[in-house]
């Protein structure tokens, strides 16, 4: 069993999981150091670091931990503490492990292509979509970033929307931008933003209200203009501010 394959799939499944890990011991223990254990919210186990009542807190612990959203060192001491005759000493190392974000970045022009290079570092897995090929193909290849050429309007309901769902809307038409925003609106997502001059934005804004597409409320959660305000002015310092902003939300 690779416990770290199962951690890939998880997080593509969109599950929160937790890492157990055995990183150091003393005199005798039913593990020994390196021994890891994956807990489920389910409370289901994957591996193991001993059994007994040890692994029983250990998972109590991964469920708080996970709760917390922290790591944390935990000391077991077997014989005081879960009454095994062992009677060692166990540490072990805690890590929730959170879901893969997906971000879908909508324009492969300039911000675009700025944008997925500089969230290639963290923690997303990114999807650069146009119905411009050339303006992909300029894209370079970088780990965690897909390419997908398609019609706007065919690809949306081929995209899957969750709650670590994060969306930028940066194409060359404003009628495509309001197309792309009116989709997604109304699908589960932890961000939306959308590039465009004060005018568009009203505009757009008053376009939703009157067909009612959304309502006030949700317009409010839109991230318009994009991005936070560092007086940006090229593509890449943008892209910046856009990610500034994917980060405050993503870490907040």
Known sequence: MNLFTEILQLQKEGTV???????YT??????KMGAKMLVKPNREIIGTIGGGDLEKKVVENALHQIDLKEAKLFKHDLLHQHNMCCGGTVEIYIEPIFPMKKLYIFGAGHTGKALAHFANQLNFEI???DDRKDYLGELPQLKNVNKLHADYKKVLPTLPFDKNTYVVILTYEHE??????????NQ???Y???????????????MFLNASICNQ???DTINMPIGIDISA?????IAISILAKLIELKNG
């Open 188 to 190: 589960p997502h932890a």
């Open 192 to 206: 939306i933003g959308m590039i465009g001059s004060q005018r568009k934005i009203e505009i757009t804004k008053k």
């Open 17 to 23: 999981c937790a890492l157990c890990t055995i990183v």
């Open 127 to 129: 999807y650069v979509i």
């Open 233 to 237: 002015e090229s593509p890449e310092e």
């Open 217 to 219: 409320e949700k317009l």
């Open 176 to 185: 495509i931008d309001r197309d792309i925003l009116s989709y997604c609106i």
């Open 26 to 31: 003393k005199g005798s223990t039913p593990r």
